[in-house]
């Protein structure tokens, strides 16, 4: 065994490509997509308005995703999530319109009525090893039941405002609004929250400060390192997309309070799937349950965990889920699931457990709802939108398993 | 005889890895061909090119066969051609019969219809053959290794056979079933098919090989005919590792101390079948610096006693005791077995030892995560040098730690569990099989590696179906058959012969 040498920096580049073109492709696949909605609907697709219903739109499938993307590393899969999204909307809706519950005591406890359904679900698969499928199927039914029951058939709002804002409210800009008048038109617009405006400067920085680190990291142990060029490119493209979708933000009504609840959220998992102990050991239980078990892994209590974690995530949806439509009705949530668990797959989870990362399965649920909102601007009718959803997520599992038949 | 295969200037790259760099091999018509090499040297890597599981293209570099040029586009290609091998992990389906995993891909079919009485009077004359008395009919899970390799070589002799490849074929053997099994191997020679065995029980090699080639770092080193010298453990050796060894077990001051370890009546049932003891009131005792060995035959019960005394990783109804320094120690489950001190090393790496879609790096880390975090976050960088110190230590041979475990060759595979439970710092090892698949030089490092461990007080306990290996490192051994204690030997007295006889009296 010797060490290959690459022949120049040519050879270097396109090696590298090889090796991670699943991740640039999805990236690359979501600014295509982008570009081709943004030409096709003639700029509408990157309305200031339209960005923040895209938002606003996909925030409960992205924080579902969350929760599936560790349910699917830990070598399992929740299929009953949806079910369990409306049930928890329409606890909240019985609770607070029916009952008259405050919003306060209601959201903690629709929290923990998530959690306790995740438990009671995890419970089988962890400890009796039900496989998950099964029980999740049970479950999807069962949550389907009770939410029907609990709201008999109706439909149950309006919530008050309070409630409300949990979906529609946005973010009060720091600065009074006289700055960012003084300032917007500079940029053409005609008002500017300079929150939003911020808080997209800080996030680009902050992703080109940790992709430093990360770049020192590998060359201090010499890992393969991303040729300069994609370096560059990669940020200079992710930073720039991130300051102009904030700029657009802060020209409408700036940051929507779920947009902040998902970047929380997502920087929250991303630190604990790659840092913590706790994520690594989900990663080895789903790479190999066995091993990871002789290795002093309590696999029984990770898995548990991880179906108590989507219960939960599953219940913030729910409410953020209510909170937007204002109301709770009997068939919220129905067959969401699919959406959740294609978003974590066309991010590139594996079907087997082990493989998976955190901002794949955000990009990959993007990547469904810009498809989502795009064709609908367009006026595709729901028939084709759904077959060309289903081939895009033919095609990204192809993509995969190609790509790894190559490397192998 | 005349050259069966040729494989010219054979060179095949990997990202990062050049595993192959202008490799010969000449196979004669007729004979048994071995390849040896330390781990990693290429030699899996150079049959999976002659078997066209890397297609012609993926490499460079000619294979000549039966007089023409060979371009295997695929496995079923080379198949077609006689090439037929047998690979390194077993391929066969558990819970098929042994007739059905014969004819698997290869069905004796009328119309699609599998005819069953040919299917399993084919498979039973092939049973024959190689030796088994097996029903077709019996599943393959409920045989043992040793005859799930004959049946491995029954599928072989299935589809026409020309030249057979072996890859490690008595790694995860018994000694009697090796023995067996190199019989088998000597009666298909008279039969005329050649064999090409890859191996690092040089003792086995001398014994069935006509030719032997030396693969080093992806090269060929040599190649040694027995027609012309005798060919020697020594000679290979040196060949192998570039040096000679004159000691194949490295020298260790033995005094061992008080005691460490102490199991005490214990008794295990059988997971599926309530009514199966699989151990029987087993009493043995393990004092620091130490080295204690358990001998036994496949199936003796030592792996189950083993995992059932780590967290009762195996059995049900466990009864009995362990003390640690004299005191009872908690080893209910794996994680309270490891912070009392324990570390099972698995003799199934590949299902019960790895992730092999992770890291180097991160297997090592797996079973001592803390020892490189503080309160639950991973610190990389500690992370890294403290791989980085095993792959030098242990001499992993890879480009790198952050290379996926699942590319490593077996033996270096081995080596990154021994890291993943040294990194854990037990005070007692549990070590089985710890030498499967591993070559000399590494064997010795491996030998080192125990003896350190020894020299620290610490207390190992080895199983092995190498008897050599434990006469040459234990200091006291245990024999073991059919889940019982059934003597105790002191190194000084101690011999295969004794050991043979205290398992056969039982
Ligand atoms: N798919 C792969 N990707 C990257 N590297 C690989 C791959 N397969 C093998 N290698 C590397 O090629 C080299 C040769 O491996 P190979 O399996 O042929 O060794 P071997 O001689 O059979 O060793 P052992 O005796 O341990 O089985 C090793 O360094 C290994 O890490
Ligand atoms: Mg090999």
């Given at each position: 065994?010797?060490?290959?040498?690459?022949?120049?920096?040519?050879?270097?580049?396109?090696?590298?490509?090889?090796?991670?073109?699943?991740?640039?492709?999805?990236?690359?696949?979501?600014?295509?997509?982008?570009?081709?909605?943004?030409?096709v609907?003639d700029?509408?697709l990157?309305?200031?308005?339209?960005?923040?219903?895209?938002?606003?739109?996909?925030?409960?499938?992205?924080?579902?995703a969350?929760?599936m993307?560790?349910v699917?590393?830990?070598g399992?899969?929740?299929?009953?999530?949806?079910?369990?999204?409306?049930?928890?909307?329409?606890?909240a809706a019985?609770?607070?319109?029916?009952?008259?519950?405050?919003?306060y005591?209601?959201?903690?406890?629709?929290?923990?009525v998530?959690?306790?359904?995740?438990?009671?679900?995890?419970?089988?698969?962890?400890?009796?090893?039900?496989?998950?499928?099964?029980?999740?199927?049970?479950?999807?039914?069962?949550?389907?039941?009770?939410?029907?029951?609990?709201?008999?058939?109706?439909?149950?709002?309006?919530?008050?405002?309070?409630?409300?804002?949990?979906?529609?409210?946005?973010?009060?800009?720091?600065l009074?609004?006289?700055?960012?008048?003084?300032?917007?038109?500079?940029f053409?617009?005609?008002?500017?929250?300079?929150?939003?405006?911020?808080?997209?400067?800080?996030?680009?920085?902050?992703?080109?400060?940790?992709a430093?680190?990360?770049?020192?990291?590998?060359?201090?142990?010499?890992?393969?390192?991303?040729?300069?060029?994609?370096?560059?490119?990669?940020?200079?493209?992710?930073?720039?997309?991130?300051?102009?979708?904030?700029?657009?933000?802060?020209?409408?009504?700036?940051?929507?309070?779920?947009?902040?609840?998902?970047?929380?959220?997502?920087?929250?998992?991303?630190?604990?799937?790659?840092?913590?102990t706790?994520?690594?050991?989900?990663?080895?239980?789903?790479?190999?349950e066995?091993?990871?078990?002789l290795?002093?892994?309590?696999?029984?209590r990770?898995?548990?965990?991880?179906?108590?974690?989507?219960?939960?995530?599953?219940?913030?949806?729910?409410?953020?889920?209510?909170?937007?439509?204002?109301?709770?009705?009997?068939?919220?949530?129905?067959?969401?699931?699919?959406?959740?668990?294609?978003?974590?797959?066309?991010?590139?989870a594996?079907?087997?457990?082990?493989?998976?990362?955190?901002?794949?399965?955000?990009?990959?649920a993007?990547?469904?709802?810009?498809?989502?909102?795009?064709m609908?601007?367009?006026?595709?009718?729901?028939?084709?939108?759904?077959?060309?959803?289903?081939?895009?997520?033919?095609?990204?599992?192809?993509?995969?398993?190609y790509?790894?038949?190559?490397?192998? | 005889?005349t050259?069966?295969?040729?494989m010219?200037?054979?060179?095949?790259?990997?990202?990062?890895?050049?595993?192959?760099d202008?490799?010969?091999?000449?196979?004669?018509?007729?004979?048994?061909?071995?390849?040896?090499?330390?781990?990693?040297?290429?030699?899996?890597?150079?049959?999976?090119?002659?078997?066209?599981?890397?297609?012609?293209?993926?490499?460079?570099?000619?294979?000549?066969?039966?007089?023409?040029?060979?371009?295997?586009?695929?496995?079923s290609?080379?198949?077609?051609?006689?090439?037929?091998?047998?690979?390194?992990?077993?391929?066969?389906?558990p819970?098929?019969?042994?007739a059905?995993?014969?004819?698997?891909?290869?069905?004796r079919?009328?119309?699609?219809?599998?005819?069953?009485r040919?299917?399993?009077?084919?498979?039973?004359?092939?049973?024959?053959?190689?030796?088994?008395?097996?029903?077709p009919?019996t599943?393959?899970?409920?045989?043992?290794?040793?005859?799930?390799?004959?049946?491995e070589?029954?599928?072989?002799?299935?589809?026409?056979?020309?030249?057979?490849?072996?890859?490690?074929?008595?790694?995860?053997?018994?000694?009697?079933?090796?023995?067996?099994?190199?019989?088998?191997?000597?009666?298909?020679k008279?039969?005329?098919?050649?064999?090409?065995?890859?191996?690092?029980?040089?003792?086995?090699?001398?014994?069935?090989?006509?030719?032997?080639?030396?693969?080093?770092?992806?090269?060929?080193?040599?190649?040694?005919?027995?027609?012309?010298?005798?060919?020697?453990?020594?000679?290979?050796?040196?060949?192998?590792?570039?040096?000679?060894?004159?000691?194949?077990?490295?020298?260790?001051e033995?005094?061992?101390?008080?005691?460490?370890?102490?199991?005490?009546?214990?008794?295990v049932?059988?997971?599926?079948?309530?009514?199966?003891?699989?151990?029987?009131?087993?009493?043995?005792?393990?004092?620091?610096?130490?080295?204690?060995?358990?001998?036994?035959?496949?199936?003796?019960?030592?792996?189950?006693?083993?995992?059932?005394?780590?967290?009762?990783?195996?059995?049900?109804?466990?009864?009995?005791?362990?003390?640690?320094?004299?005191?009872?120690?908690?080893t209910?489950?794996?994680p309270?077995?490891i912070?009392?001190?324990?570390?099972?090393?698995?003799?199934?790496?590949?299902?019960?030892?790895?992730?092999?879609?992770?890291?180097?790096?991160?297997?090592?880390?797996?079973?001592?995560?803390?020892?490189?975090?503080?309160?639950?976050?991973?610190?990389?960088?500690?992370?890294?040098?403290?791989?980085?110190?095993?792959?030098?230590?242990?001499?992993?041979r890879?480009?790198?730690?952050?290379?996926?475990?699942?590319?490593?060759?077996?033996?270096?595979?081995?080596?990154?569990?021994?890291?993943?439970?040294?990194?854990?710092e037990?005070?007692?090892?549990?070590?089985?099989?710890?030498?499967?698949g591993?070559?000399?030089g590494?064997?010795?490092?491996?030998?080192?590696?125990?003896?350190?461990?020894?020299?620290?007080?610490?207390?190992?306990?080895?199983?092995?179906?190498?008897m050599?290996?434990?006469?040459?490192?234990?200091?006291?051994?245990?024999?073991?058959?059919?889940?019982?204690?059934?003597?105790?030997?002191?190194?000084?007295?101690?011999?295969?012969?004794?050991?043979m006889?205290?398992?056969?009296?039982?």
């Amino acid at each position: 065994m010797a060490l290959a040498e690459h022949s120049g920096a040519q050879t270097g580049v396109m090696h590298y490509l090889k090796n991670n073109l699943r991740e640039y492709g999805l990236l690359f696949a979501l600014i295509a997509i982008m570009v081709f909605f943004q030409i096709v609907t003639d700029g509408t697709l990157l309305r200031p308005v339209n960005i923040t219903n895209l938002f606003l739109q996909n925030s409960y499938i992205i924080i579902m995703a969350l929760g599936m993307l560790v349910v699917i590393v830990s070598g399992n899969i929740d299929l009953s999530v949806g079910s369990v999204m409306g049930f928890i909307g329409a606890l909240a809706a019985v609770m607070i319109v029916n009952l008259d519950y405050s919003v306060y005591v209601t959201v903690p406890i629709c929290l923990v009525v998530g959690g306790l359904v995740g438990a009671a679900q995890g419970y089988w698969v962890a400890y009796w090893k039900i496989p998950s499928f099964i029980v999740t199927l049970a479950g999807m039914l069962v949550f389907r039941g009770l939410s029907l029951w609990l709201l008999e058939g109706q439909s149950v709002g309006p919530f008050p405002r309070e409630f409300q804002v949990i979906a529609t409210g946005f973010v009060p800009d720091v600065l009074p609004a006289s700055v960012g008048e003084g300032i917007a038109p500079i940029f053409g617009a005609n008002r500017l929250n300079m929150l939003a405006f911020l808080m997209g400067i800080a996030a680009a920085g902050i992703i080109v400060w940790s992709a430093l680190r990360q770049r020192a990291r590998n060359r201090a142990y010499g890992i393969e390192d991303e040729p300069q060029v994609f370096f560059v490119a990669r940020l200079a493209i992710i930073s720039a997309a991130l300051i102009f979708i904030m700029f657009k933000l802060s020209t409408f009504r700036g940051l929507p309070n779920v947009l902040i609840t998902m970047g929380v959220l997502t920087v929250i998992y991303t630190f604990l799937t790659e840092s913590t102990t706790l994520g690594r050991r989900v990663y080895a239980l789903g790479g190999n349950e066995k091993a990871a078990k002789l290795s002093g892994i309590k696999t029984e209590r990770l898995t548990f965990l991880a179906f108590v974690n989507m219960g939960v995530l599953a219940a913030i949806a729910g409410l953020v889920f209510a909170a937007r439509l204002n109301t709770a009705t009997p068939k919220a949530g129905f067959a969401l699931e699919l959406d959740v668990i294609a978003a974590v797959f066309i991010g590139g989870a594996s079907m087997s457990g082990g493989v998976g990362k955190i901002v794949g399965a955000v990009v990959g649920a993007f990547l469904m709802g810009v498809l989502n909102n795009g064709m609908s601007i367009m006026g595709i009718g729901i028939d084709y939108q759904q077959m060309i959803k289903g081939l895009v997520l033919l095609a990204a599992v192809i993509f995969d398993v190609y790509n790894k038949s190559k490397q192998g | 005889m005349t050259a069966l295969l040729e494989m010219r200037a054979i060179t095949k790259t990997f990202p990062g890895v050049k595993a192959l760099d202008q490799v010969q091999l000449s196979v004669r018509e007729g004979e048994i061909h071995a390849l040896v090499g330390e781990n990693g040297a290429g030699k899996s890597t150079l049959m999976k090119v002659l078997s066209g599981v890397y297609p012609a293209g993926s490499y460079e570099g000619e294979i000549h066969y039966d007089g023409a040029l060979a371009e295997f586009r695929d496995i079923s290609d080379s198949e077609a051609r006689g090439v037929i091998i047998i690979h390194q992990e077993l391929a066969l389906v558990p819970l098929l019969s042994i007739a059905e995993n014969i004819f698997l891909g290869n069905e004796r079919a009328r119309g699609g219809v599998i005819d069953w009485r040919e299917t399993n009077a084919r498979a039973a004359d092939l049973l024959r053959k190689v030796g088994l008395s097996e029903a077709p009919q019996t599943k393959v899970d409920s045989l043992g290794v040793g005859k799930q390799q004959l049946v491995e070589i029954a599928k072989a002799l299935s589809k026409d056979v020309r030249l057979l490849i072996l890859d490690e074929p008595t790694a995860a053997l018994s000694e009697s079933d090796s023995q067996a099994l190199l019989d088998l191997m000597l009666e298909l020679k008279t039969q005329g098919v050649t064999q090409i065995i890859i191996s690092h029980k040089l003792n086995e090699v001398r014994r069935v090989a006509d030719s032997v080639t030396v693969i080093r770092d992806g090269t060929t080193v040599s190649t040694m005919d027995a027609r012309s010298a005798p060919i020697t453990e020594a000679l290979i050796v040196r060949d192998m590792v570039g040096r000679d060894m004159a000691h194949r077990y490295p020298e260790r001051e033995r005094r061992s101390g008080a005691t460490l370890m102490e199991v005490k009546g214990w008794n295990v049932w059988h997971p599926e079948h309530a009514d199966r003891q699989v151990i029987r009131d087993v009493n043995f005792t393990v004092r620091a610096g130490e080295v204690v060995g358990i001998a036994g035959l496949m199936g003796a019960g030592r792996t189950e006693l083993a995992m059932s005394i780590f967290g009762r990783s195996y059995g049900r109804n466990i009864s009995g005791e362990v003390l640690l320094n004299g005191q009872p120690a908690d080893t209910s489950n794996v994680p309270r077995a490891i912070a009392a001190g324990l570390a099972y090393v698995t003799e199934d790496r590949k299902s019960l030892g790895l992730v092999l879609d992770e890291t180097i790096q991160r297997n090592i880390t797996l079973s001592n995560l803390e020892a490189v975090s503080t309160s639950g976050v991973i610190n990389e960088n500690e992370e890294t040098r403290v791989s980085e110190r095993y792959r030098a230590a242990m001499a992993i041979r890879t480009p790198s730690v952050f290379q996926k475990v699942v590319n490593l060759s077996g033996g270096n595979q081995q080596k990154v569990v021994l890291s993943k439970w040294l990194f854990a710092e037990p005070e007692v090892l549990i070590l089985d099989e710890p030498t499967r698949g591993i070559d000399v030089g590494a064997k010795f490092e491996i030998y080192g590696i125990i003896n350190d461990l020894s020299a620290q007080g610490k207390g190992v306990v080895m199983i092995s179906s190498e008897m050599p290996e434990l006469l040459g490192m234990c200091d006291r051994i245990y024999v073991m058959n059919e889940g019982a204690l059934v003597g105790e030997l002191a190194a000084s007295e101690a011999s295969q012969e004794r050991i043979m006889s205290l398992i056969v009296t039982e």
